[in-house]
């Protein structure tokens, strides 16, 4: 759609904060309150309309996408979203190791093992690694760990653990995104291990690098938006 408006501004809100369009307050696609929880994300929402030019373009805009998510698909279904993002430890990406090559099977281990050694001490949820594509069962406690880290989180954390975790293929590579222990292009090579590795021997086509692009937006944007979420340092007032 054409841009209708003048300029995007903060809007104080009871609750938070909101984004104001030439004084008209956005609301989601549902028409509901598009109110955040912190200052630093609606800036960076004002900031994602202010710089759509002659036509709004929402995929240009994943900040106010992932707000919207929150606040439409994740607080009312929050249950369903919840168990949709727990399911992936079941069939964790870094759980399935190649059986060959070499090289290969290495650099699994090299770059997913800490991050299973991470989730054991983080979560207490050890997960069992198998060679091949065959399913393997995951401990029933793990998967109960995972469900309960999944769950305390609130549905803004969520909208972005639930983009970081589908992107990744890989819960325990997104937990680590919003814990800060990776940041979002260790989230995409980690999760992209094995096919950057093919590439390396085969080449890449356009659609590949154009799917890949994608996933490394997706992850960019869920990174950002977790960022954006965590509290501002305050000043400390020396007496």
């Given at each position: 759609m054409k841009r209708?408006y003048q300029?995007a501004?903060?809007?104080?809100?009871g609750?938070?904060?909101?984004v104001?369009?030439?004084?008209?307050?956005?609301k989601?696609?549902a028409?509901?309150?598009l109110t955040?929880?912190?200052?630093?994300l609606?800036?960076a929402?004002?900031?994602e309309w202010n710089?759509q030019a002659g036509?709004?373009?929402?995929?240009e805009?994943?900040?106010?996408q992932?707000?919207?998510?929150?606040?439409?698909?994740?607080?009312p279904?929050?249950a369903?979203?919840?168990?949709?993002i727990?399911?992936?430890?079941?069939?964790d990406?870094?759980?399935?190791?190649?059986?060959?090559p070499r090289?290969?099977?290495?650099?699994?281990?090299e770059?997913w093992q800490?991050?299973?050694?991470w989730?054991?001490?983080?979560?207490?949820?050890p997960l069992?690694?198998?060679?091949?594509?065959?399913?393997v069962a995951?401990p029933?406690?793990?998967?109960r760990a995972?469900?309960?880290?999944?769950?305390?989180?609130?549905d803004?954390t969520?909208?972005?653990l639930?983009?970081?975790?589908?992107a990744?293929?890989?819960?325990?590579?997104?937990?680590?995104?919003?814990?800060?222990?990776l940041d979002?292009?260790s989230?995409?090579?980690?999760s992209q291990?094995d096919?950057?590795?093919?590439i390396?021997?085969w080449?890449?086509?356009?659609?590949?690098a154009?799917r890949?692009?994608?996933l490394?937006?997706?992850?960019a944007?869920?990174?950002?938006?977790?960022?954006l979420l965590?509290?501002?340092?305050?000043?400390?007032?020396?007496?």
């Open positions: 209708f300029h501004a903060i809007l104080p809100t609750e938070g904060h909101g104001a369009l030439d004084d008209r307050p956005i989601t696609p028409k509901r309150e955040l929880p912190t200052i630093a609606a800036v929402i004002a900031t710089t036509e709004v373009r929402p995929a805009m994943p900040l106010t992932l707000a919207n998510t929150a606040i439409d698909r994740v607080r279904q929050r369903l979203v919840v168990r949709q727990a399911d992936y430890a079941k069939t990406l870094v759980c399935y190791r190649a059986v060959r090289e290969l099977t290495a650099r699994q281990h770059v800490p991050l299973l050694d989730a054991v001490l983080r979560y207490d949820a069992d690694i198998t060679a091949g594509v065959i399913p995951q029933a406690a793990s998967l995972f469900a309960a880290a999944v769950a305390a989180q609130d803004f969520l909208a972005a639930h983009l970081a975790t589908a990744c293929g890989s819960l325990v590579i997104a937990l680590a995104l919003v814990d800060g222990r979002a292009g989230a995409f090579a980690a291990l096919e950057s590795f093919q390396e021997t080449g890449e086509d356009c659609e590949q154009q890949r692009r994608g490394a937006a997706d992850i944007a869920a990174s950002q938006f977790l960022s965590r509290p501002e340092p305050r000043l400390r007032v020396r007496s």
